[in-house]
């Protein structure tokens, strides 16, 4: 097993209990400590490892063994006829949730779209785009309505094909739809089926336009692979959703995340201000320090296996807490310190493996724009209220996040 003592069970189940409430969400941080008192791995109260020391996480992220399962899971929630529910079959019969060789099948579909000399390439029209963006956040303003949510759904929306007018109603219906990586009561999955089955219409009906009238876009591209023996209809739709999805939702959590992480440590906003080139750079202090993504589930063991500072027995289930990882003292000097010109090592945000996150190249090109073209416009830039941390704890980040500039 991963860990489990009895003297250590009560405690691991206070802990989780913790980290699933509001206050937990907002700053999960000290209690992933009280976590990796116990060890680089603990035992969750229902029988899962779960990865705390940046070791283990790394290593059930890289090992081919550990496949994907979420049917157990859905099972164990309530939802054994999973599949004919719209919003968990869209999502967790989606490449995130799937593995060789269908995963490996659709992957090489897309993974063309997102190499690092395409993304380069887009630099100068993401650039205007915060540019334009930047025009209108002055003086008192939500920076996700602003900023955090309209530059990532610009941006996908382009590469996929979806006209501008069209992109705002995805902020909601994929919010909603995602809330089943967070939630599987009854009015979540409800809310979750209406986003769903409403996401796929859209991308049904755009798809069809694409069939008679092709043009330079994802979308296009992806349908010109469609009734081949290598996409099906289903998988179409349902890979263009997840694109969508993750192409501004864990992007706007970076955006905030990373704003506030500057605005809390204002000597090293100071410090990007004055070292724009080391944008990038930054970025990675900034994925580490808050990620976007905070815990990967679904992954389970085949058979035991004793991987780096975790020993998992025969049909285990494995939950990795990336957030925790990126906090960890053994790996990390000061690992609650922001230190934006940090040398490494790199951080987990992203995964790891085969299920490595496709967009990771267009979310960093978009963070380096933004972050030094924020701080250069608006010196002043600070909070203005509150900020609306977003329900949940795999996806970490805001609905709202009130500044003045």
């Known amino acids: 097993m991963a860990a489990g003592t009895a003297a250590e069970s009560p405690v691991v189940a206070e802990v989780m209990a913790t980290l699933a409430s509001p206050a937990g969400?907002?700053?999960?941080?000290?209690?992933?400590?009280?976590?990796?008192?116990?060890?680089?791995?603990?035992?969750?109260?229902?029988?899962?490892?779960v990865a705390v020391g940046y070791r283990a996480c790394a290593a059930v992220l890289r090992h081919h063994e550990l496949?994907?399962?979420?049917?157990?899971?859905?099972?164990?929630?309530?939802?054994?006829?999973?599949?004919?529910?719209?919003?968990?079959?869209m999502m967790f019969g989606s490449i995130l949730m799937l593995n060789p060789p269908v995963h490996t099948r659709l992957r090489s579909i897309v993974s063309g779209a997102f190499t690092a000399r395409r993304i380069a390439a887009l630099r100068p029209a993401v650039q205007r785009i915060v540019d334009d963006l930047c025009d209108?956040?002055?003086?008192?303003?939500?920076?996700?309505?602003?900023?955090?949510?309209?530059?990532?759904?610009?941006?996908?929306?382009?590469?996929?094909?979806?006209?501008?007018?069209?992109?705002?109603?995805?902020?909601?219906?994929?919010?909603?739809?995602a809330m089943v990586l967070e939630l599987l009561s009854p009015l979540a999955v409800d809310t979750a089926d209406v986003a769903a089955t409403q996401i796929a219409d859209y991308?049904?009906?755009?798809?069809?336009?694409?069939?008679?009238?092709?043009?330079?876009?994802?979308?296009?591209?992806?349908?010109?692979?469609?009734?081949?023996?290598r996409l099906s209809g289903e998988e179409l739709v349902t890979m263009l959703a997840l694109l969508l999805a993750a192409g501004f939702e864990t992007t706007t959590g970076l955006l905030t995340n990373g704003l506030l992480a500057l605005l809390a440590h204002p000597d090293q906003a100071?410090?990007?201000?004055?070292?724009?080139?080391?944008?990038?750079?930054?970025?990675?202090?900034?994925?580490?320090?808050?990620?976007?993504?905070?815990?990967?589930?679904?992954?389970q063991a085949s058979t035991g296996l004793?991987?780096?500072?975790?020993?998992?027995?025969?049909?285990?289930?494995?939950?990795t807490l990336l957030g925790a990882a990126n906090r960890d003292p053994q790996v990390f000097d000061e690992p609650d310190a922001l230190r934006l010109d940090r040398p490494g090592p790199a951080h987990v945000s992203f995964g790891g493996?085969?299920?490595?996150?496709?967009?990771?190249?267009?979310?960093?090109?978009?963070?380096?724009?933004?972050?030094?073209?924020?701080l250069a416009r608006f010196p002043r830039i600070e909070l203005a209220g509150p900020p609306v941390h977003r329900q949940g704890l795999a996806l970490h980040g805001h609905t709202a996040l009130p500044v003045h500039t």
Not at 272 to 289: C, G, I, M, N, Q
Request: proline share 10%; with cysteine; hydrophobic share 45%.
């Open 67 to 89: 496949a994907k399962s979420p049917a157990r899971a859905l099972a164990a929630a309530g939802y054994p006829d999973w599949a004919g529910r719209p919003s968990l079959r």
């Open 306 to 319: 004793d991987l780096p500072e975790l020993s998992l027995d025969p049909g285990q289930r494995v939950i």
């Open 270 to 299: 100071g410090w990007l201000r004055a070292h724009p080139d080391a944008a990038s750079t930054a970025v990675e202090e900034l994925l580490r320090y808050d990620s976007p993504v905070q815990m990967l589930f679904g992954r």
């Open 25 to 49: 969400q907002v700053d999960p941080y000290p209690h992933y400590a009280r976590l990796r008192a116990f060890g680089p791995a603990v035992t969750a109260p229902d029988g899962a490892a």
């Open 203 to 229: 991308l049904e009906r755009l798809a069809a336009e694409r069939r008679s009238r092709p043009c330079e876009d994802l979308v296009s591209t992806l349908v010109a692979n469609e009734g081949t023996d």
């Open 353 to 374: 493996g085969i299920h490595y996150c496709l967009g990771a190249p267009l979310a960093r090109l978009e963070a380096s724009v933004a972050f030094p073209t924020l």
């Open 136 to 177: 209108q956040l002055a003086g008192d303003t939500d920076f996700v309505a602003t900023m955090a949510f309209p530059l990532p759904v610009t941006v996908i929306g382009e590469l996929l094909g979806i006209p501008a007018a069209d992109r705002p109603q995805f902020q909601t219906l994929v919010r909603d739809w």
